[in-house]
């Protein structure tokens, strides 16, 4: 029961008990939970990544940090040449791995992020960008947490990733609250002028602070202002 509000109509499948609340949420009435065991959504119709730069961002409130191994936030599924990206309980860090040329995970120097202190029942924004062929970067709350060099070219593949499971049986599931997720194919939103992600100097970016709109699910979004009188002689955007 998910809508996607881009308009590029990618489907989502759910296995588990995944659920919509509103007892706790970053903007809005409602939020995603997974109580941590079997929860995950299955992502239809996402194009290959390949080559491009792109982007994913989204905020998370863990109810438990310390349950399966590792909380996956995204991953590939099948032949291994996606990213995946989710919380590792053992070094209390988020930790990336991406596939190579021959489908086998790259030996990236257990990357992980620099922060490490994150806390039950709080919300935090996470994102992780392409923004070179060789360069993936994170951020929490903003703030650097990580640079890692890849393989040029290896991140491609036909398999549907996932939000909540790493796949292979691992069971690591997220186990907590997923609001405001957004992910951009083709482009990098640190790089993209507009966007709210954008980083015009420095390393870091404010995060939002409002829920994304359709106007934000692309950087070629316009907003458009219309001025109404009303009997209070209100302006309504």
Same mark, same amino acid.
């Given at each position: 029961?998910?809508?996607?509000?881009?308009?590029?109509?990618?489907?989502?499948?759910?296995?588990?008990?995944?659920?919509?609340?509103?007892?706790?949420?970053?903007?809005?009435?409602?939020?995603?939970?997974?109580?941590?065991?079997?929860?995950?959504?299955?992502?239809?119709?996402?194009?290959?990544?390949?080559?491009?730069?792109?982007?994913?961002?989204?905020?998370?409130?863990?109810?438990?940090?310390?349950?399966?191994?590792?909380?996956?936030?995204?991953?590939?599924?099948?032949?291994?040449?996606?990213?995946?990206?989710?919380? /590792?309980?053992?070094?209390?860090?988020?930790?990336?791995?991406?596939?190579?040329?021959?489908?086998?995970?790259?030996?990236?120097?257990?990357?992980?992020?620099?922060?490490?202190?994150?806390?039950?029942?709080?919300?935090?924004?996470?994102?992780?960008?392409?923004?070179?062929?060789?360069?993936?970067?994170?951020?929490?709350?903003?703030?650097?947490?990580?640079?890692?060099?890849?393989?040029?070219?290896?991140?491609?593949?036909?398999?549907?990733?996932?939000?909540?499971?790493?796949?292979?049986? =691992?069971?690591?599931?997220?186990?907590?609250?997923?609001? /405001?997720?957004?992910?951009?194919?083709? /482009?990098?939103? =640190?790089?993209?002028?507009?966007?709210?992600?954008?980083?015009?100097?420095?390393?870091?970016?404010?995060?939002?602070?409002?829920?994304?709109?359709?106007?934000?699910?692309?950087?070629?979004?316009?907003?458009?202002?219309?001025?109404?009188?009303?009997?209070?002689?209100?302006?309504?955007?």
């Amino acid at each position: 029961d998910l809508t996607d509000s881009s308009g590029n109509s990618i489907t989502t499948t759910k296995s588990g008990g995944f659920s919509r609340t509103g007892s706790r949420s970053k903007f809005g009435n409602s939020a995603a939970y997974s109580d941590g065991s079997g929860d995950y959504l299955t992502l239809g119709n996402v194009p290959v990544l390949g080559s491009s730069l792109w982007g994913l961002d989204f905020w998370f409130n863990a109810t438990n940090l310390s349950g399966s191994g590792r909380q996956t936030y995204f991953a590939g599924t099948n032949d291994h040449r996606w990213f995946a990206w989710g919380y /590792e309980e053992s070094s209390g860090k988020f930790k990336l791995e991406v596939g190579n040329d021959s489908g086998q995970w790259q030996s990236l120097g257990s990357p992980v992020g620099d922060k490490s202190n994150y806390a039950e029942d709080t919300w935090y924004h996470m994102a992780i960008s392409r923004v070179a062929s060789t360069t993936i970067k994170t951020w929490v709350d903003g703030v650097l947490d990580d640079t890692v060099t890849i393989s040029s070219g290896s991140i491609s593949c036909s398999s549907n990733p996932w939000i909540g499971d790493w796949g292979g049986g =691992q069971g690591w599931h997220i186990d907590g609250y997923l609001d /405001e997720y957004r992910m951009q194919i083709g /482009e990098s939103p =640190q790089l993209t002028s507009g966007d709210p992600l954008y980083i015009s100097t420095g390393t870091g970016f404010t995060p939002p602070t409002a829920a994304y709109s359709a106007a934000t699910t692309s950087a070629t979004g316009t907003l458009i202002s219309t001025a109404q009188t009303a009997n209070a002689s209100q302006t309504k955007v």
